[in-house]
């Protein structure tokens, strides 16, 4: 029986391949403890199957609607049990852990994340804790983000990319600051990202290899959420306007990826199409991350001569503000016609 549990936090980021490791992870919760690592369910508090813990971080940050944090008390001490037994380790993943504030801070950003992470460290702290967050080139994070609120609807999926990358600039793209404030509240502190893990395409394995989990014999979940693509987004982006309850949203992503969208796209949009307004600004982008960038190399990574791999002009292509006018009107007149996929 071990004297402090050990607990592996993997907090974020979003669009590092979090949804894949959860999947994984829950697929094989078997497999996982009988080699020593808990990834736990919210039993018997909710018998509700998830995936991920984003509602222990959400209660943590007060804006859970599934538990309280006293629930989550209750979780992490039943949890902190079954590990000392064994001399297990518990797993968790949350990428939320990455954004989350603490709203009732009136004075900033800094102030907001450090009181969340200070909130969050309070309720681990009979566990060895270590945390680890997976980072991403920022032009490719910044457009999967804005595809993922696009496709799901979300206010911030209405407004243009170039708004979207301002915004973000305040908060989640602060990977420097986010990190110190995360070394500041935790000992343990481990960076690793999504461009070394993915690049043999074996992304979970990688993952676990790297937080010193086998996972020899266990069989990869392949696509988990199939993302949209470029055309797909900006077809996304004219459609959003039109949402007005979030249940319509389904009916509208089954919609896009129908046969019928699908030949409209192929005849009014090309498979060269790019969110991006030009290489340059793109290239202009990343290098506004380059001291930041060095950085965190030089503190996580002092083995490696640069944090990400460099951006290829042949990674970006024709620049698309927004669908063609004819495109539309075949939109608007099967989207309000007699046989309308969605009811507005």
Known sequence: MTAVARLIFH??????GTTAVQAFAARHREALKDRGFIYPTFEPISSKYMEAHHHLAHAVADSSHQL???EVSDLLASWNQAASFKDDTILLSAESVWRHIDSTIQVGWIAQRQA??????????????????VLRRQDTFTQSLFMEHVMKGTKLG???FAQFRLKE????????????????????????TYDDLSKDKNLCHNFFKAIGVSTEGLEDVGVVRKSLSVEETLIKIYLNRFLKEKKQNKKLMAWLRSDTIKALAKQYLSDNEDLWESYAVRKAFLDSFSEENALICSKYF????????????????????KIPKELREEIDSSLFGNDAPVKF
């Open 169 to 192: 600039r305040e908060t989640t793209l602060r990977f420097w600051e986010n990190l110190r404030l995360f070394s500041s509240v935790f000992s343990n502190v481990a960076v690793m």
């Open 158 to 160: 209405t407004q243009s």
């Open 302 to 321: 002092p083995d490696k001569k640069q944090l990400f791999p460099d951006l290829l002009p042949q990674e970006t292509k024709k620049f698309r503000a």
């Open 11 to 16: 907090a974020g980021l979003p669009k590092t």
């Open 116 to 133: 969340f992470l200070e909130r969050l460290a309070e309720q681990l702290q009979d566990f060895e804790v270590k945390m680890v967050i």
């Open 68 to 70: 309280s944090l006293a």
